[in-house]
Each structure stands twice: as C-alpha cells, then as structure tokens.
C-alpha cells in the first residue's frame, strides 16, 4: 500500500497539477513571445503596406500629408499666387521709394499708373488706407482704374462711398462706370438703406455717375430720409442721429430726449435729375408719378379713372 498522500511514482498529491499549470504558464509564455513578434514584424512592414495601399487610391504625399492629385495642385496654384501677390507688393514698395526721390519720381508715378496686374489689388487697397501722402493716393486709385479684375471693381466702389478723403472717393467714382453696373449697382442701392446721410449722398453720386436707370426708384425713396435725433442733456445738448424708416417723435422724462428730423439728400436729387434729365426737385409723388409713366404703354391717359 502507499503510503497516506502518496501517488504512484512516488509523486505528491498536486504534483501532476503543479506541473500542467506551469506547462500553461510556458505555453501562454511563448504564444505572447510570438504574438509580439508577429506584431513587431506587423507594424515594421505596415509603414509600406499603407502606403502602397494610399497609393492605390490614388493618393500621394504631399506637404507631410496624404492628398488627391487636385488637392496638391489647389495648393500649388495658391503658392504661385501668394508668391506672386508678394512679388508685387514689393514692386509698388518699391516705386512708392521712388516716388520719394526727386530724380525718380515721376518715372514712378507713370509705372504706378500703368500697373494693370490683378495680384497687385491687395497690395493697393492697402497702399490708399495707409499711405499719408493724397499724391500717392491718388496715384494707386489710378492703377485700380486701370485693372480689368472684379476685385479691382469692389476696392474703386468701397473707396468711393467709404474713404475719408474726399479727393480719393471722388477720383474713385471717376473709374467706375456703365460697364461695371451689374456689380456695383446692388450693393450701392442696398447703401441707400443705410443708416449715415453722408453714405446715402455717397452711394447715390455713384449711381449718378454709372447712368444706370434701373436705380431711379431706389433714389426717389432715397430724396428724403427720417433719422432719429438723440439729444443729451447731461452733454450740454449735443445730438446724435441715428436713421429711422418709420415716424419719431419727443420722448419726454428726464434722461437723453429723441426727435425724428428728415434730412433732403442733395445727392441723390442730383443723381435723378442725371439718369431722367426731368427734376422734380423734393417732390417724391410727382417723380414716382412720371416713373409709372415711363412705364406705361404710349396711348394709357392717367387722368382717365376707371
């Protein structure tokens, strides 16, 4: 007999047991090792598994990214432009330097005013804002004239009812004319609205100035406009305006008092009496009046009633 916890073979009780959990634990071992080593062997091949498969796609590397052939060529054709916007710009630093020196000033004036390169735009817009010298200025809405561009257009239109020197909005209104009408004329219309006088007179020499008619009768609402007078006691009486389509009045009480005023927009009665060759002066009925006219048949008699 065996003696008590004794197995055959001399083996203890849990020594069999013993010996399948280390087998599992040397198994698990070298399932990990190979695992690891598959996955090493994974990751350093998928570096140009991936790319071959981008690749295969149709993508390529470009700029430290993956991109389509038309997304590499966007931003190559941005490079060329931004490069070439840069060129420029350094072109009329460049003459703006001459024009500060006597022995070369006037060959700069005439090369700032042959610049008929659209990429030069921004470098002028920028040049009008903030070049002190009016000359200059001058010079550069000059060159916007010149350049067959839409954004040459949007900068001689933002100059002429926006800029604060006087010689500059004009020299601006100047440049625009009947062609430029289906890009200007909604925008200087949609000024009208506004709510500074100054921009409403502004907006409307322009449209004088282009001869398009169909903004007759945004200019008859625009003859006479209502803006909101807001007066402050504690400031010794000084006013504010501010525009109002409807009817005001007198606000009582102790504080800041509002008035509506009606201010007669010379410009815009100039602006009518250049597009109609009529002048009705402020009268808005009698030039709404001879507008319906204008467009009713020849033989139709107004004074006939129904």
Do not use: C
Not at 233 to 249: D, L, M, R
């Amino acid at each position: 007999m065996l003696p008590v916890g004794s197995e055959p073979g001399g083996r203890k009780p849990g020594h069999f047991s013993d010996e399948t959990g280390m087998a599992s634990r040397l198994r698990a071992r070298v399932v990990g090792l190979v695992m690891v080593v598959t996955a090493g062997a994974v990751a350093a091949a998928s570096p140009s598994t991936h790319s071959q498969q981008m690749e295969a796609l149709g993508y390529q590397r470009f700029d430290g990214a993956w991109r389509t052939a038309q997304e590499i060529s966007l931003i190559k054709q941005a490079k060329a432009v931004t490069a070439a916007e840069v060129a420029a710009r350094q072109q009329l630093e460049r003459l703006r330097r001459d024009l500060d020196n006597p022995d070369r000033a006037e060959q700069a004036a005439v090369a700032i005013r042959e610049l008929d390169d659209p990429l030069v735009v921004p470098a002028l817009v920028k040049a009008v804002a903030t070049d002190p010298v009016p000359r200059a200025r001058l010079l550069y809405v000059e060159a916007l004239g010149k350049i067959q561009a839409p954004a040459a257009v949007q900068a001689l239109l933002a100059l002429a009812i926006d800029h604060a020197d006087r010689e500059v909005r004009w020299q601006a209104t100047e440049k625009l004319t009947q062609a430029h009408a289906a890009q200007v004329v909604p925008p200087l219309v949609a000024a009208l609205g506004g709510p500074d006088n100054d921009r409403i007179n502004r907006a409307a020499a322009v449209l004088g100035r282009i001869g398009n008619r169909s903004a007759i009768e945004p200019l008859i609402g625009a003859l006479a406009t209502r803006h909101t007078v807001v007066t402050d006691p504690g400031s010794g009486g000084q006013t504010s305006a501010s525009f109002s389509p409807g009817s005001g009045g007198l606000s009582l009480g102790g504080g800041p008092k509002t008035r509506t005023v009606l201010a007669k927009n010379r410009q815009v009665l100039e602006a009518l009496v250049a597009l109609t060759n009529v002048n009705y002066g402020w009268d808005r009925d009698a030039w709404r009046a001879w507008l319906l006219a204008q467009q009713l048949p020849p033989e139709t008699d107004l004074r006939r009633s129904n």
